[in-house]
């Protein structure tokens, strides 16, 4: 009888140990399988905030492009165009004064009164030729 009952024990032993290795088993398995749907949703939500962000820097772009087009099919607006062009023709020459070895120099001394004369002439032979007059097309 003695021997019965510690068999029955060592079997009961044996099932309980089984079982709690099976029960720590399924909570790490439970643990990863919440740990990786998490990350896929960070990386999801992630994803549609970069989206959105992108859509809205493109909508922005879209309605500036409009706009400057409106205010360019004037005469004021084609006069600001060819200004902010020859201002960026200045600061273009002189980043590249800045950052190059070499320098680019027009057939006049490389002064300050020569590169504002040779982007008012830019602008003064632009508007003689009506390239951006929306009237003369």
């Known amino acids: 009888m003695k021997a019965e009952r510690d068999k029955r024990a060592t079997v009961l032993d044996s099932e309980g140990e089984r079982q709690a290795a099976i029960n720590v088993a399924e909570?790490?398995?439970?643990?990863?399988?919440?740990?990786?749907?998490?990350?896929?949703a960070q990386q999801i939500l992630t994803a549609e905030g970069e989206a959105q962000a992108i859509e809205l820097v493109a909508t922005a772009k879209a309605m500036a492009i409009r706009t400057i087009g409106e205010s360019a099919a004037t005469g004021p607006g084609q006069k600001a165009v060819q200004l902010d062009l020859a201002t960026q023709a200045i600061m273009a020459k002189q980043n590249i004064a800045k950052e190059s070895t070499v320098v680019l120099m027009g057939d006049k001394a490389s002064d300050a009164g020569s590169v504002v004369a040779e982007a008012v002439a830019v602008v003064t032979a632009m508007n003689k030729s009506g390239a951006f007059n929306p009237d003369s097309a």
């Open 27 to 40: 909570g790490e398995k439970q643990a990863k399988v919440l740990s990786a749907e998490g990350d896929r």
